[in-house]
């Protein structure tokens, strides 16, 4: 078993940062692939960026890439979104998601095996 724990969402006005941290425990965390997913209101919960367990790769949605930063420190036990220039439609729960590592990075949700129990980002326009 994993668990995962979100921190680090909050309220923020439009074009500011945050920087959300998912903190891992249980098993090697060097073992998983990494992602994060978000749910607005309403909405189906969607993937945002997801990291290889080495760092080597990573992959985003359209609608961040250049914007949002994802990064791990295995180290730590952790991996982190850095969220830049937020905009009213990225309020919504982030969640991260773990599986265990494959030769490509998954978007879909079915694919995760551990999830964390959200943390919840506000943008104010």
């Known amino acids: 078993q994993v668990q995962l724990v979100e921190s680090g969402g909050g309220l923020v006005q439009a074009g500011g940062s945050l920087r959300l941290t998912c903190a891992a425990s249980?098993?090697?965390?060097?073992?998983?692939?990494m992602t994060w997913f978000r749910q607005a209101p309403g909405k189906e919960r969607e993937f945002v960026a997801a990291?290889?367990?080495?760092?080597?790769?990573?992959f985003y949605a359209d609608s961040v890439k250049g914007r949002f930063t994802i990064s791990r420190d295995n180290a730590k036990n952790t991996v982190y979104l850095q969220m830049n220039s937020l905009k009213p439609e990225d309020t919504a729960v982030y969640y991260c998601?773990?599986?265990?590592?494959?030769?490509?990075?998954?978007?879909?949700?079915?694919?995760?095996?551990?999830w964390g129990q959200g943390t919840q980002v506000t943008v104010s326009s």
């Open positions: 998601a773990a599986v265990t590592s494959r030769t490509r990075l998954y978007t879909t949700m079915a694919e995760y095996e551990y």
């Open positions: 990291i290889k367990w080495s760092a080597s790769r990573t």
């Open positions: 249980g098993r090697t965390f060097s073992n998983y692939d």
